[in-house]
């Protein structure tokens, strides 16, 4: 674990202090737990950014696939009401 030395004011200092004691725990484990949650909500945000990019992603395609077969019906039905007339079928 590297060592850093950190440089505030000192009203962020007892800020964190009272917090930091208030969870009982010593400041550097209260600026750890703070960047923890921090990076874990930044990494949980991305992760739902991708998984809308996614779903968005498959509704699109779906779409698109239910205008092709929507399309092929279509042609489907017209092919049939040829062949009804080509071979002389209901009247």
């Known amino acids: ?17 009272k917090k ?3 969870l009982d725990l010593s400041i ?3 600026i750890n737990k703070v ?3 921090e990076l ?7 992760m739902f950014i991708e998984n809308k990019r ?13 205008e092709l077969i929507n399309e092929l019906n279509i042609w489907h039905e017209i092919h049939a009401n040829m ?3 080509i071979l002389g ?3």
């Not at 440089?7 to 964190?16: A, H, Y």
């Not at 874990?40 to 991305?46: A, D, H, K």
């Open 40 to 46: 874990i909500s930044e990494n949980y945000f991305s």
């Open 83 to 85: 062949l009804k007339e």
């Open 20 to 22: 930091a004691k208030k």
């Open 89 to 91: 079928g209901e009247k």
């Open 54 to 66: 996614t779903h968005n992603d498959l509704i699109n395609v779906i779409k698109k696939q239910n």
């Open 28 to 30: 550097n484990e209260f």
């Open 1 to 17: 674990m590297k060592r850093i030395n950190l440089r505030m004011e000192e009203e962020k200092f007892l800020f964190l202090e």
């Open 35 to 37: 960047l923890d949650d």
